[in-house]
T-cell receptor, first 112, second 118 residues
Framework: DAKTTQPNSMESNEEEPVHLPCNHS???????IHWYRQLPSQGPEYVIH???SNVNNRMASLAIAEDRKSSTLILHRATLRDAAVYYC?????????????FGKGTHLIIQP | GAGVSQSPSNKVTEKGKDVELRCDPI?????LYWYRQSLGQGLEFLIY????????KSGLPSDRFSAERTGGSVSTLTIQRTQQEDSAVYLC????????????????FGAGTRLSVL
């Protein structure tokens, strides 16, 4: 399976933008890029996903490199509630219902 | 609408006892998944159901673990003769439809069952 690499932790200030990087140099053409986050004492929560083009939703934006070997999750204005572990995950688009492969993710710390 | 519901939220048991963990997926979701998260560790995928069928059980940690799903809805994860290493948070997720494009594999998670084996 194609793997992802993320920094162990990042720190940002409240109300500032946050850019969370993810490297996936062995991504295949049929892999989607998904981001989930896990707040303390909760189950993971879907954030956003994309294939080739940049994506925006109410939670965040996803910027995908032209060669698709990396991507960046952008939180436009971080709040204390955004403090969580963020996971970048590749999912095969060819069918089936495989379980998600979670790495260690990035622990995002938000300073007030 | 209601999300994925798991019960109990916490379970304390003695080593050697059997436990059953329950998951109520989002209504209409075809796929259901079980994961385990040990303290300080990442999430480990255990098993998934497509309808009532579990095509691949190889992710279950040992033969003490089993899971079933009935009526395409509720699922139960059973751990027999629990061991201390089974202590973890067990998470359930569901997703709308197998093989859907675009939103394929977006999984909706419950809050988990925290299992403590003494």
């Amino acid at each position: 399976d194609a793997k992802t690499t993320q920094p162990n932790s990042m720190e940002s200030n409240e109300e500032e933008p946050v850019h969370l990087p993810c490297n996936h140099s062995t991504i295949s053409g049929t892999d989607y890029i998904h981001w989930y986050r896990q707040l303390p004492s909760q189950g993971p929560e879907y954030v956003i996903h994309g294939l080739t083009s940049n994506v925006n939703n109410r939670m965040a934006s996803l910027a995908i490199a032209e060669d698709r070997k990396s991507s960046t999750l952008i939180l436009h204005r971080a709040t204390l509630r955004d403090a969580a572990v963020y996971y970048c995950i590749l999912t095969y688009s060819g069918g089936g219902a495989d379980g998600l492969t979670f790495g260690k993710g990035t622990h995002l710390i938000i300073q007030p | 609408g209601a999300g994925v519901s798991q019960s109990p939220s916490n379970k304390v048991t003695e080593k050697g006892k059997d436990v059953e963990l329950r998951c109520d997926p989002i209504s209409g979701h075809t796929a259901l998944y079980w994961y385990r998260q040990s303290l300080g560790q990442g999430l480990e995928f255990l098993i998934y159901f497509q309808g009532n069928s579990a095509p691949d059980k190889s992710g279950l940690p040992s033969d003490r673990f089993s899971a079933e799903r009935t009526g395409g809805s509720v699922s139960t994860l059973t751990i027999q003769r629990t061991q201390q290493e089974d202590s973890a948070v067990y998470l359930c997720a569901s997703s709308p439809r197998i093989g859907a494009s675009g939103a394929k594999n977006i999984q909706y998670f419950g809050a988990g069952t925290r299992l403590s084996v003494l």
